[in-house]
């Protein structure tokens, strides 16, 4: 498999540890960010392959995080993946803010438990 950086944006450090420990025993190359905001200056900084987002930011919700980086040429082709344990609610919501009537991809990621990853992308 050929290594990635991925940038993982998420304030919860027990997620965040628990993700950056996942994709390093793949052997990718992990950027850390605690808020929306270092996220942001390190995805221009670094371009990472791909953006897993904690759509719970203090401040700016992952989902209008996610907005803004699909807005901005030098960021908006790199993958978004959501990064949840409301998956039915973050669903929802995707559904009726940004795409009414289609399916949303999302990766599941329970606060307490490992639950099962899939391959979404915004």
Partial sequence: ????TILIIEDNQLNM????????????????AGSYESGLEIAKE????????????????GLEATRIIKEDPELM????????SFAMQFRNE???????????????FPSRTLGSFSTPCF
């Fill in 94 to 108: 995707y559904l009726v803010r940004f795409a009414p009537g289609t399916e949303m991809p999302l990766m599941f």
């Fill in 1 to 4: 498999m050929e290594q990635k």
């Fill in 17 to 32: 540890k628990l993700v950056k420990t996942l994709l390093q025993i793949e052997k990718h190359q992990v950027l850390e």
């Fill in 46 to 61: 670094r371009l990472p392959d791909l953006i897993l987002m904690d759509i719970q930011l203090p401040g700016m919700d």
């Fill in 77 to 84: 082709n790199i993958p978004v993946v959501a990064l949840t």
